[in-house]
């Protein structure tokens, strides 16, 4: 790490979370004397800065392939200016508002050289100076305080071992009142930052003094452990054995009873977590609850719509014509309670034309209300779903992360409770993957006479965050729920949907694998499976990268998912004179290989779930440029990690997709990730074929498998309890 001292030139760039580069005009370093008196590049995380602002700046010089030769900031502090020049440049910066050159000249004709100094430590000098008003004054004496307080927090918290980024993320937060706060409990920063996390501060209290059994870090503790049960089971609460085990592992070490009971007592006295029997709840998703409670509450004892059954009848009849279709029974109940009723629910396995009535509802409310597209929003938790429903319905769609605008740098949704979306109607497909945070989120930022329709297979995996939320509705028997059961997608033979069915009634018919060629099974186990799907997808290496997917229950094992992508790279995509390479976090991956997308990157409009293909690696740029489905983005080091191969995917990443032929392995030694509610997502993936390789015992075993399907989760009973107290 090198020192320099100089000057900003000007701020070339600045990001939302206070990323910038910089031009920096260097007056002395310890690097090389070449450096003296040039004007350089430096990057990284700066606050409260401006042009003309003297620093000192420690970082390391590298040369990018593309911007030439940059220092790369780890650290800086401001320094004070001394000199004529310096201090006219710093009072007539746009740090000092109203200020200017004139007034800075007068300042330092009457303080000289030492004018900073002079003004912090006796403000009232200020006075003194005749060109200055009242409120010139009070600018500098405010602007110099807060420039001297966050300098010296940035750099107490650098110094306990925060980078610059986190730092100036925790100032941004607390401002003056940082020092008090990490003064009185450092783990104060995990609980209100969404980017620091427990084993961060953890380890920079522990590096600071703080014993293994101080309360304030078993209680920061606690909340981890409850936070990572809830990721790793879906679970919106703990009891206290689950609790107490998970604590072990979070904090390494065993703390006495006593200890663990009191703090638990003080975290529900603070309101952190919520008791109720003997069980434990995060006031994240007890809050969550009691808005879904409250806001469906609210719909469903307004006033329900009356229009004559007549007039319905007629709009039905003239969509029947317009699409040529004839509506059962089910689906024109469907439609109609969706005129009638303020909420609805509308459920289905595959092929039992959900999408159709979301196209046929959408059609009839801009008919009957003259509406225009901006009123309706067609929302689902994923991309590929989100882009499936436009593609079926025709209709602009959405995913809920972007219809609520959601900042990925603050972790915030911008459409909330303050700031409402003006739409009139919301249809949510795929309300299976509706987790409990993400429910409330949208309901914040809907008003509250919204119609609002959620549409789904309650069949299908939950939500890979926790919370059950459609099952939990449907089971609460208190809201309208219409059940789509006729089947009309391919053919009401489907093999695939009989299948599906019989995997929900726990009895596998295997007289349907092989009589057609829509559902096959082909013997395998652990040892020969991959000569078997070598041979399978021999058959399919010629057809568009999404027509066909590998799905696989797990990561890990002899037949995980990372070794067959690997198996699968080099059958589909092998390596080739003609094609780059590039190594990320252990993984090879060059041109042409299938990739999937693992978070949500909305300024892109690619989101968890998508596919693409990689069309260039650079590696002197160290880029990788990735077209999914015609959206061409290029990925560099700081995101990297947001793509994986995706020559095999898990099932739990295929919610919300579709794709022509689908292949699942289904093998014992997947274990306990053999169970009911996964197959059956994976097997209604498949539009036209279905190929399941491996053994039939462990199919059955998975299919009689219900015990990951029950998430302890407490929104039905809360809807139970309100309307029982009613």
Not at 147 to 168: E, N, P, R, Y
Not at 196 to 224: C, H, M, P
Request: glycine share 4%; proline share 2%.
């Amino acid at each position: 790490m090198n020192k320099f001292q100089g000057s900003i030139s000007k701020i070339i760039f600045k990001s939302d979370n206070n990323y910038m580069v910089l031009l920096f005009k260097v007056l002395k370093n310890d690097l090389d004397n070449k450096y003296n008196n040039k004007t350089i590049t430096i990057t990284g995380y700066f606050y409260d800065i401006s042009e003309e602002l003297n620093l000192e700046v420690v970082g390391e010089m590298q040369k990018h392939a593309k911007y030439g030769e940059q220092l790369n900031v780890s650290s800086y502090q401001r320094i004070i200016p001394e000199d004529k020049n310096s201090i006219i440049k710093f009072f007539s910066s746009d740090l000092f508002k109203g200020i200017g050159e004139a007034k800075a000249l007068k300042i330092y004709e009457k303080l000289g050289d030492d004018a900073v100094k002079i003004i912090k430590e006796n403000p009232s000098v200020l006075k003194e100076i005749e060109s200055l008003s009242l409120k010139n004054i009070e600018t500098i004496k405010n602007k110099l305080t807060e420039l001297s307080g966050s300098s010296d927090i940035i750099l107490k918290l650098t110094d306990l071992g925060f980078s610059v980024k986190d730092s100036g993320l925790i100032y941004k937060n607390y401002k003056e009142e940082t020092l008090n706060i990490i003064d009185s409990d450092l783990y104060n920063l995990y609980y209100d930052l969404d980017k620091i996390s427990f084993s961060k501060v953890d380890l920079i209290a522990k590096k600071n003094g703080y014993l293994r059994d101080d309360k304030r870090r078993v209680k920061a503790g606690i909340i981890a452990s409850m936070e990572t049960l809830a990721f790793e089971r879906g679970d919106t609460y703990s009891n206290i054995l689950e609790i107490s085990n998970m604590l072990k592992i979070i904090i390494n070490y065993e703390v006495s009873e006593s200890l663990f009971f009191k703090c638990l007592e003080e975290l529900v006295s603070s309101l952190k977590i919520i008791k109720f029997a003997d069980n434990y709840q995060l006031m994240t998703y007890y809050e969550a609850d009691d808005n879904i409670v409250k806001r469906l509450t609210y719909l469903q004892n307004k006033n329900d719509l009356v229009y004559k059954k007549d007039e319905l009848d007629k709009k039905i009849l003239k969509l029947e014509k317009e699409y040529h279709i004839k509506y059962d029974t089910c689906q024109i109940e469907a439609i109609k309670t969706a005129f009638l009723k303020n909420f609805l629910i509308i459920t289905g396995g595959p092929g039992t034309g959900k999408t159709t009535i979301i196209k046929s509802i959408v059609s009839m409310y801009q008919d009957i209300f003259h509406v225009y597209e901006d009123d309706i929003a067609l929302l689902a938790p994923t991309g590929r779903a989100s882009k499936r429903i436009m593609e079926a319905t025709l209709y602009k769609a959405s995913t809920i992360h972007r219809f609520l605008k959601w900042n990925k740098d603050t972790n915030r949704f911008q459409v909330n409770e303050r700031n409402k979306s003006l739409v009139k109607l919301v249809i949510v497909d795929e309300a299976s993957m509706l987790d409990t945070t993400l429910f409330s989120s949208l309901l914040n930022g809907l008003k509250y006479d919204i119609k609002l329709i959620l549409v789904g297979d309650s069949n299908q995996l939950p939500s890979v965050s926790p919370g059950n939320v459609l099952k939990d509705l449907i089971d609460s028997d208190i809201f309208p729920v219409i059940k789509l059961n006729k089947l009309y997608r391919q053919s009401e033979k489907s093999n695939i949907i009989e299948l599906a069915y019989d995997i929900n009634i726990e009895d596998i018919n295997y007289k349907l694998f092989n009589k057609d060629d829509d559902l096959l099974f082909y013997k395998a186990d652990s040892l020969n499976l991959k000569d078997n799907l070598v041979t399978i997808l021999n058959r399919y290496r010629n057809l568009d990268y999404l027509d066909y997917q590998v799905m696989a229950p797990m990561y890990k094992t002899l037949n995980g998912i990372n070794n067959l992508n690997k198996m699968m790279q080099e059958l589909l995509n092998p390596k080739s004179s003609n094609k780059n390479e590039i190594v990320i976090y252990d993984v090879l991956y060059r041109e042409g290989d299938k990739v999937l997308q693992l978070v949500n990157m909305p300024d892109d409009n690619i989101y968890n779930g998508d596919i693409g293909i990689i069309l260039e690696i650079n590696n002197i740029l160290k880029e990788v440029t990735i077209d999914f489905d015609s959206n061409i983005v290029t990925f560099n080091s700081s995101n990297f990690q947001n793509f994986t191969l995706g020559y095999v995917i898990s099932i739990h990443k295929s919610q919300g997709s579709e794709f022509k032929t689908v292949i699942i392995p289904i093998l014992k030694e997947y274990g306990r990730m053999l169970y009911k509610k996964l197959i059956y997502t994976g097997v209604t993936r498949a539009k036209s074929k279905l190929i399941l390789l491996g053994d039939a015992k462990a199919l059955d075993y998975g299919v009689k498998n219900t015990k990951e399907d029950n998430r302890k989760t407490n929104l039905s009973l809360k809807i139970k309890n309100r309307y029982s107290i009613k």
